[in-house]
């Protein structure tokens, strides 16, 4: 089973503070993602990543950066907190082949900015 | 431009009767076309993918999906539903433009009532 988890469930955080989001995946997938979840927003994707040390930007890449050290893991970093990042965090994960694959999805870290 | 449209943003219905979640896109290439389910305080997960061939589609839990390519649609039926199967339902649409990028519906939330 493809595991993809995340470092925390909950978080709570202070406008301007630097907050990391940690995202771990145990299948070898070379793709990996970042989206938020707003009510009904749906998923937008912030950054993802086709291989270590390469990232792109998705669709509101704006006040977060990302990093990919290892194949597994991807970070999201926001640099200095904002209450309008309040919100529902999910990574995912998916093989790269020659068809759009499946993306597994960790259990979300939902983020409080106070 | 890829785009996707859940029609209807929450579906209540009484268990055991018929259910229809409806999802159309627009794009101007070949679509790979998916439905995934988030359980409360869980990530989401894949129910049904079409890539090609048939374009009904069965997936887990007694859902199926038709693709319906005249009509851009990706709608989404279960005949039967159980209360376990109250839900958000995410239609998402891949394309390939260099690399595959998915779009995600805004979610229709299913309530099912005993």
């Known amino acids: 089973d493809v595991k993809v988890t995340q470092s925390s469930r909950y978080l709570v955080k202070r406008t301007g503070e630097k907050v990391f989001l940690e995202c771990v995946q145990d299948m070898d997938h070379e793709n990996m993602f970042w989206y938020r979840q707003d009510p009904g927003l749906g998923l937008r994707l912030i950054y993802f990543s086709y291989d270590v040390k390469m990232k792109e930007k998705g669709d509101i890449p704006e006040g977060y950066s990302v990093s990919r050290e290892k194949k597994e893991r991807f970070s999201l970093i926001l640099e200095s907190a904002s209450t309008n990042q309040t919100s529902m965090y999910l990574c995912a994960s998916s093989f790269q082949g020659a068809t759009a694959d499946t993306q597994y999805f960790g259990p979300g870290t939902r983020l409080t900015v106070l | 431009a890829q785009s996707v449209t859940q029609l209807d943003s929450q579906v209540p219905v009484f268990e055991e009767a018929p259910v229809e979640l409806r999802c159309n896109y627009s794009?101007?290439?070949?679509?790979?076309l998916f439905w995934y389910v988030q359980y409360p305080n869980q990530g989401l997960q894949l129910l049904l993918k079409y890539l090609s061939g048939s374009t009904l589609v069965k997936g887990i839990n007694g859902f199926e999906a038709e693709f319906n390519k005249s009509q851009t649609s990706f709608h989404l039926r279960k005949p039967s539903v159980h209360i376990s199967d109250t839900a958000e339902y995410f239609c998402a649409v891949s394309e390939f433009t260099g690399g595959f990028k998915t779009i995600f519906g805004a979610g229709t939330r299913l309530f099912v009532k005993a």
């Open positions: 794009s101007s290439v070949s679509v790979y």
